[in-house]
C-alpha cells in the first residue's frame, strides 16, 4: 500500500517538474522544475531502498543528494541574478542566439587584451579613417 | 595513493587562499603550476610501491574506493598537462579574478581527479557534480552576456543530465541493492523494463555530459564565450573526462555485453563524427570551429568505447600479439583521449595567441599571419594534421588502433565513416589555415609581431609533445603493455 503511494507521489512530481521545464519560459521557474525533478529523484532512491531492503545506503544517497542540490540551486541562482543584473529580464530567449542580436552589450563581445594596448586592428581602423 | 590525488590540489586551495589578495594573486600561477607538476609525477610513478608507507597517514571517513589502474594513471597525467598548460597560458583579469578563478580551477581537478579515481555510480555522480559546478562559474566569470548565458544554457543541461543519471542510478539500485560497479556489472542484464529505463537515461545523460551530437547544443558556445586559459581547460580535459571518459568506464565495465548501450554508443559516436566535422566547415569563427572539430572528435571516443561494450571479449591475434577487440578499443579511446587533450589544447592556445595579438578570432577579419606569427602558424599545422590523423603525427596512432578494432570487429559502416570524416577533418582545418595563417598578410595588421614567450613556448612544446609521441609510438605501445594493458 505505502510502496503504491510512494509510486504514484513519485509519477506526480516528476510530471509536475517535467511539464513545468516544458511549459515555462521564465529561468527562475526553469530552476525551480529542476528542484522538483529532483525531489522525484530523492523519492525513487527511496523507494529503491524500500524495495531492496537498504533502505541505509538509500538514506546516505539521499542526505547527499539534497546537500547538493542545495549547491546546484545556489549557483543558478547565481547565474539568474547575474543575467537579471546585466540584461534586466530572465525570458529563456536570452539563452538563444537571437539575444545577441537584440541586446547590444553582447554584440560588441570584448576582446581578451590589456586595455593600454592598442591592438593591429584598431591601429588599421584609425588610419583608415 | 588515490587520495592524494585529492588532498593536493585541495591542501593547495586551502593555502592559496590564506595570504590577502595581492599576494594571493601572485602566488596563484606557482600553486597551479607545483599541483600540477607534483600530479604527473605522482600519476606516471603510481606504479611504484615507494608510496605505500606515505599513505597509511591519509584515510577517508567514508569507506569510498579510489582506485589508480593504469587508464587511470594515464588520464591523471593528461589533466595535470592541461592544467600546466591553463598555468602557462594564464589566467587573465585582476587579482580577485585570479585568486578565484585560479580556485576554481583546483577545484575542477579535484573533480575530475575523482571522476577518473571512483568505482562506484554515486560517488561518480558526485565528482561530476563538483567538476560541472565550478565550470558553470569558471565559464561566467567574464561577465558578458555571452559567457553567462553560455553558462546557463550548460547549467541546465548538465542539470537535467545530473538528475537523469540519480534517477537511473536509482532505478539500477533498485534492482540490484548496491552502486558499485563490479557488483552492477555482475547483477545487471538489461532484461527487464526499469532497469531497461535506467540504461537508457544513462545513455542520455552521459551523452548530454560529453556533448555528443544529439546533445550537443550548450558545447560550442561554452567553448567559444569563455576566456582563452579556460576554453584550453573545457576542451583538453574537462568535458572529456565529464563524459567520454565516463563513458569508455562505464561501457567498457559496467554495461559490457549488454548490447542496447553498447549500439546506442556506438551510433551516437558516429553521428558525432558527421554532424561535428561538416558544422565545422561552415563556422566563421576559430573558436567555434575548434568547438565543433572537438564534438566530432570526441565522436571517435564514444564510438570506440561502445565498441568496447559491444565486442566484450573476442580475442584476436595482431602481428603477434594476443590481445581481444575490446582491449584494442579502448587502448584506442584512452589514446585518442590523450592525443585530443594534446593537439586541442595546441590549437586553442594558438586560437587564443591570435586573439591577443590581433583582437579578433572572426575568419574573414585574419589573413596572412604566418609572416607576422610563424611559430603560431606552423605549430597550428601540426595541430590540425595530428587531428585529421596523419602518419608522423600522434593523431593517427589512436585513429587507426579505432580503426582496426572497427574493421576487426566487422563495423565495416562504422570504420568508412571514421575514415572518410578525417578527410573533411583535413577539409575544415584547410580553410581555417587559409583564411587565418597563409595568403596574403592582411591590410591593417603590418604591425603584427609574435604572441607573448609563453604562449610560444606552450605550442612548441604541445607540438612536440605531438610530433614525439608520433613518432615513438611503438615504444609507447611497449610501455603500455608493461603497465599490463593491450
Known sequence: MLTKLFIVALVLTATAGIYSIVATRNLLRVLIAMEI???????LLMLAGAINGQMAQAEAFAVALIIIEAVVTAIG???CIALHAKTGSL???LLGKAAQAILPTAAQATPAVLPTQATPAEEGAHNAE | MGILFLLVPLICLFILNLPRRGAAAKLAPWVLGVVAV????FAATSHLACWEPFIGFFTLPVPVALVVDPITAVLLFTIALVVAVVTVVGI?????DKVITSSLVLTVMAGMNGVVMVRDLFTLYIFLEITAL???VLIATRKELRSLSAAFRYFILSGLASLAMVLASALVFMQVGSLDFALVAA????????????LILFVVAFCIKAGAVPFHGWLPEAYSSSSSAISVLLAGATTKVAGVYAIIRLSSEVFAGIPGPAQAFMALGALSIIVGAFAAMGQKEMKRMLAFSSISQLGYIVLAAGLAGAAADVTVSLGGLQTSIAMLAIIGAVVHFVNHALFKSLLFVNAAAVEEQCGTTQLDQLGGLTDRMPVTGWTSVIGFLSTAGL?????FWSKLLIVIALVLANQWVYAVIAILMSLVTLGYFLILQRKVFFGELRKGFEELKEARGALVGTSLILAGLTTALGLLFPFVLLLLQGFGLV
Do not use: E, H, Y
Not at chain 1, 525533478?37 to 523519492?43: N, P, R
Not at chain 2, 547483477?187 to 535506467?198: E, H, R, Y
Not at chain 2, 602518419?391 to 593523431?395: H, K, M
Open chain 2, 187 to 198: 547483477a545487471i542484464n538489461g532484461q527487464d523494463p526499469a532497469t531497461m529505463t535506467g
Open chain 2, 134 to 136: 565550478s565550470c558553470f
Open chain 2, 92 to 96: 587573465q583579469g585582476d587579482a580577485r
Open chain 1, 77 to 79: 541562482a547565481v547565474l
Open chain 1, 37 to 43: 525533478i529532483s525531489k522525484a529523484a530523492v523519492l
Open chain 1, 91 to 93: 525570458d529563456i530567449g
Open chain 2, 38 to 41: 607534483l600530479q604527473m609525477v
Open chain 2, 391 to 395: 602518419p608522423p603525427f600522434s593523431g
